[in-house]
């Protein structure tokens, strides 16, 4: 086996061994970038091959910080990583490296990680197919004529294609789901309070968006949680340390499983995207599990109705001064524009009335949490599409009436904050990956990674299909 081939778990203890050097792991590393990015296009921003491997060599002489001592770590480029610039994919942006990193990327080093570049995203990460001016598309590993869906499509991609054996992500609406059902890997959105972001600007209004980690398997998903999470003394509402990886492992005879389907046809899905999940969720019944169908516990309408509104007036607040720029401005993609345009438009009362609908949603969830210990929605209504389009604009004879309309099934669990696994589903009759998004209450981030840890030990699709390598 190559050492790309394994798990990042395997390969800390390669290195904490002393079997391999990480300047080894380096190596094998750059080849393997060398040999595949650049038909994926999924590393950007690169560091220079002799200045990472001194890093690696750097590692192999100091004292071992945490698990991810020596192990290469690319991190989606929407993060600051000092020494390496951080573009949003945007023309925007100033092209100059970033002076510090930011705290989850502070609490990866730390641990260990050595920093080797960015995974490419859309710009500013709106839109789930990663393209931008600056880096080019990301294309997915099992088709080069497909997105690798987005905003964390490089982070998906990488790891599919052995460029990383772990990775970080970030997830406003499904990022750390639709590219991880796209290419065949494990993402995780935790609750929101788990990861903390930056302590920066205003910090109490609308939460929507979270960082959080991406593996081959859900033992590297839970080991990267624990360095990533962990309460912030600067920021509110954060959710204390607990221990994953060593509580993973678990019986999970007679837990109750909720299959929400298409929410009861709201959701336009293509031919065979139901039926994948559908067989998926049969190994959840072979392990002991209770599986049954679930009614919508509210209108999809209203979801879609108070996200669209929410999510625009957080990335107004976000954007707005590249907005109020005219030279910035100039160079934002439309659908930057159109979010900050119809946020800027929202008055108090509109947020408020928004809001509500946020809050009763949650209350039926955790109502639903009562009866069952994971609900479960396809992670995507559509297979991966031509690359070279911007987007869908329509899902069989449905119209999608905006920009981010087809990504509507992943909205339940961001509009709330939820915790949520994406489980690789399989693929479909095209040979194209899919897969299937299980979420809970807030706070049980645990319960979802012993459920996905049992079905990866049923499974192991990433294993099994390992994406192709040119």
């Not at 995974?119 to 598309?137: A, D, I, K, M, R």
């Not at 869906?149 to 294609?161: I, R, Y």
């Not at 990022?175 to 788990?194: D, E, F, I, K, T």
């Amino acid at each position: 086996m190559e050492l790309t081939d394994r798990s990042a778990l395997e390969l800390s203890a390669m290195l904490a061994r002393r079997d391999i050097s990480a300047v080894e792991l380096m190596q094998a590393t750059l080849d393997r970038i060398a040999a595949v990015n650049g038909t994926v296009n999924a590393v950007v921003s690169l560091g220079d091959p002799d200045t990472l491997l001194a890093a690696a060599q750097a590692a192999d002489d100091s004292p071992r910080a945490g698990w991810l001592h020596g192990i290469p770590m690319a991190v989606k480029d929407l993060a600051n990583v000092a020494g390496f610039p951080t573009s949003f994919g945007s023309p925007a942006m100033p092209d100059k490296p970033a002076e510090t990193d930011d705290l989850m990327v502070m609490r990866m080093r730390a641990a260990g990680a050595v920093f080797i570049g960015k995974t490419n995203t859309p710009e500013f990460g709106l839109g789930s197919h990663t393209f931008n001016p600056v880096h080019g598309t990301t294309v997915n590993p099992y088709d080069h004529s497909r997105s690798a869906g987005g905003s964390s499509g490089g982070a998906a991609a990488a790891l599919a294609c052995r460029m990383l054996s772990v990775a970080d992500g970030s997830d406003m609406m499904g990022s750390l789901r639709n590219p991880a059902g796209w290419n065949n890997v494990y993402g995780m959105r935790p609750s929101w309070g788990r990861v903390p972001g930056e302590p920066l600007g205003e910090m109490f209004l609308h939460p929507l968006a979270t960082s959080g980690p991406m593996a081959r398997n859900p033992r590297d998903l839970a080991a990267l949680l624990e360095v990533q999470a962990g309460p912030d003394p600067r920021q509110p509402f954060g959710l204390p340390d607990e221990p994953f990886l060593d509580a993973i492992a678990a019986d999970i005879k007679g837990r109750r499983i909720g299959w929400l389907g298409d929410w009861g046809g709201a959701y336009a899905m293509e031919p065979g995207i139901l039926e994948l999940t559908e067989t998926a969720l049969r190994v959840f019944e072979d392990l002991g599990a209770i599986v049954e169908p679930v009614a919508p516990p509210i209108e999809a309408a209203q979801i879609w109705e108070s996200w669209v509104g929410l999510r625009a007036f957080a990335n107004a607040g976000r954007l707005d001064p590249l907005y109020q720029n005219p030279d910035t401005r100039a160079r934002l993609k439309p659908d930057a524009v159109w979010e900050i345009e119809t946020g800027r438009a929202l008055g108090a009362t509109e947020i408020q009335r928004l809001s509500l609908i946020r809050s009763e949603w949650f209350r039926r969830a955790a109502a639903l949490f009562n009866m069952y210990d994971a609900l479960v929605l396809p992670s995507a209504q559509v297979w991966p599409f031509p690359a070279e389009w911007e987007r869908p604009h329509q899902i069989n004879d449905t119209p999608m009436d905006t920009y981010h309309r087809w990504m509507e099934v992943v909205v339940p669990v961001s509009l709330i904050g939820l915790p949520c696994v994406n489980l690789p589903a399989g693929f479909g009759d095209h040979a194209l990956p899919g897969g299937m998004q299980l979420f809970g209450r807030h706070g049980n981030d645990l319960g979802l990674l012993q459920l996905a840890e049992a079905y990866h030990q049923a499974t192991d699709w990433p294993g099994k299909f390992p994406a192709l390598p040119s």
